[in-house]
């Protein structure tokens, strides 16, 4: 079967209500899903992306789905299930940066399955996007994950994998463990610094880096936030730094990050020129408020790129 997808992502969508300013009561409704950012960002970035996921039949499925379909993001392995919710979070900021409040139990996508996933779908895609948070939200969404790497491993697919670790959804020791079992399939893996320290207790990139590569995964991306990040592949490590911007909003960056760099490994670039493009990316969608909003196009992207500012 033909590879005509380039990034098929798995997991949980949500509806976000992002707030204004600081101490602002007033909130901008947007999207969020860490799963579905990275899938959105990947399509906003010029691949062909897709997504599995379960929405409720209300009013946020259908925009859900209305977006979905504004993007270009294939939409064959949604469920939209009778009767379900569609979950929710908020957004707050102060000076310590922004924080989340969700509103997801018993959602459609906490719902999501083994049997929702489509074998001819993984099979059309070059590389397969899961995460730690579709792992967490329920044990048959965590079982859909694992099938839905046993199936790419089959046809072909590479997998990629987002730590995402949230301690309100499930221990550092379960977290841990799906982290392990998932890394020993995994063909690059996208964490976070704070995330490896807390639940590992190793410190300093480098170490996690070792730490990832001795679990199984082969490329390693280790986000650092402003500072870019750390990239591994292939015997070879680089520190790639990050652009300068004025941030005003960190929601999903991450997500755009992995989302920009999978876009771009299915065009043929190398890993470390991926996560150049994707650093500049992830960097350039903190300008706004949201997690889908402000991600750039790739116009954008690579012009701000050949500016060297």
Known sequence: MSKDIDVLAVG??????????????????????????CAIAAA???AVAAYV?????DAFGQRLMALWAAEGVITQGVVVEEGAETGLYFV??????????????NSAASRLGAADLSQALIARARYL????????????AREAVDQAIGLAQQNGTAVSYDLNFRPRLWSADAALAAAKRTLARCDIFFPGLDEVQTLTGIVGPEAAVAWAHDCGAKVVALKLGAQG???SAGGRQERIASITVNPVDATGAGDCFAGAFLSQLAV??????AARFANT?????????????????RRTVLKRMGSGA
């Not at 204004?20 to 950012?37: K, L, Q, V």
């Not at 707050?92 to 139990?105: E, I, K, T, V």
């Not at 996007?129 to 048959?140: K, Y």
């Open 92 to 105: 707050s900021h102060d000076a310590a940066g922004h924080h989340f409040d969700y509103r997801r139990r």
């Open 53 to 57: 996921t379960r929405v409720g039949d």
């Open 281 to 297: 990316a992830a960097a350039l969608s903190t300008q706004g408020y949201g997690a889908v909003a402000p991600i750039p196009d």
């Open 12 to 37: 949980e969508p949500l509806i976000e209500f992002n707030q204004r300013a600081a101490g602002n009561h007033s909130y901008d409704i947007g999207y969020g899903g860490d799963t579905s950012n």
């Open 44 to 46: 906003r970035l010029g």
């Open 268 to 273: 043929g670039s190398d890993p470390f020129s």
């Open 129 to 140: 996007h899961v995460s730690g948070i579709t792992q967490a939200i329920s044990a048959s």
């Open 229 to 231: 990040c750390l990239l």
